[in-house]
């Protein structure tokens, strides 16, 4: 959060601040053939996930034996890439197949508030569910205890309490900013880089306090996991039989599939240098961790997961007994 001796401006007032009233959102092309085509995929791409992370949640909200620690963080972060992506996708599509590229000055300043939000409390989470697997794998005797009921909870809600907070006054800063033209954002959406760079004013201050802001929620939260995941890497490598090497090591491959996805296209967006950022490349970047995580982490975390898979048949099971 920005503390540069700067008044952050009431949120629902920043639009005030500028000449500016609306931005032009570039999106992927100016074909009006090709829009549509990338407006079918993108609705493709935006039910699939709704569908992936919907079924996980109904299966975890429906069947006692996934009513665990490990899968109250998973069925938060189903509901977190549920929400990123109606985030994003439908002002997409609203876009695409109007042809009105436009956003108001608050609506961009919406848009990226819960942009920022959502992502700071999937680190934060992707850092607890780290946690999670360790003290499963490191100390399990001691397991229920310290992952308790009341532990989880609070820890969930201060993953989302960081990301409300720290996303607000990062939004606040970049809003107050004058935006006196041009107004043509060269992104799908209203993401920090390509709106800052709009600024009619000296933003190396507003830059200084993203990397900050980069480093407090990306860096911190991969640094909890580098530990976590080289303690169980440590304890699994002591398990004499492989079968149970296998097994421990099972449990924490859909959650490094996941982080790697995220924290790795997430800080090589927000961690390069100014000099080395092209919109092509940070649509591309983006992208990957804001539409396409969110669709392949159902399947990261049940094509491999036999609980998962149990609990699927068992409902399917129910369903049709429900019928006959």
Known sequence: ?????????EFYHIQNQSSVTEFIIVGFSSSHKIQLVIAVAFLLIYLITLLGNGLILLLIFTDPYLHTPMYFFLKNLSFIEVCYVSVIIPKLLANYFSGYSRISFIGCAT??????????????????????????????????????????????????????????????FIFSLPYCGPNVIDHFICDTPPVVSLACT???MVETDLFAYTVMVVIVSFVIVLISYTRILAAILNI?????????????????????????????????????????????????????????????????????????????????????
Not at 2 to 7: C, F, K, V
Not at 259 to 283: A, E, I, N
Not at 288 to 311: D, F, H, Q
Request: aromatic share 12%; net charge positive; hydrophobic share 45%.
């Open 240 to 324: 004499r039989s492989v079968s149970g090497r296998q097994k421990a090591f099972s449990t924490c491959a859909s959650h490094i599939t996941s982080v790697c996805l995220f924290f790795g296209t997430g800080s090589f967006m927000y961690l390069r240098p100014k000099s080395s950022h092209s919109p092509q490349s940070d649509k591309l970047i983006a992208l990957l961790y804001s539409v396409i995580t969110p669709l392949l982490n159902p399947m990261i975390y049940s094509l491999r997961n036999v609980e998962v898979k149990s609990a699927l048949k068992r409902l399917l099971y129910k369903m049709v007994i429900s019928k006959v």
């Open 202 to 204: 000296d933003t190396s």
């Open 111 to 172: 848009q990226m508030y819960f942009f920022l939000f959502l992502g700071t409390a999937e680190c934060y989470l992707l850092a607890v569910m780290a946690y999670d697997r360790y003290v499963a794998i490191c100390d399990p005797l001691h397991y229920s205890a310290i992952m308790s009921n009341s532990a989880c909870s609070k820890m969930v809600a201060a993953t989302w309490v960081s990301g409300i907070l720290l996303s607000m006054g990062n939004t606040s």
């Open 1 to 9: 959060m920005a503390t540069h001796g700067m008044r952050y401006h």
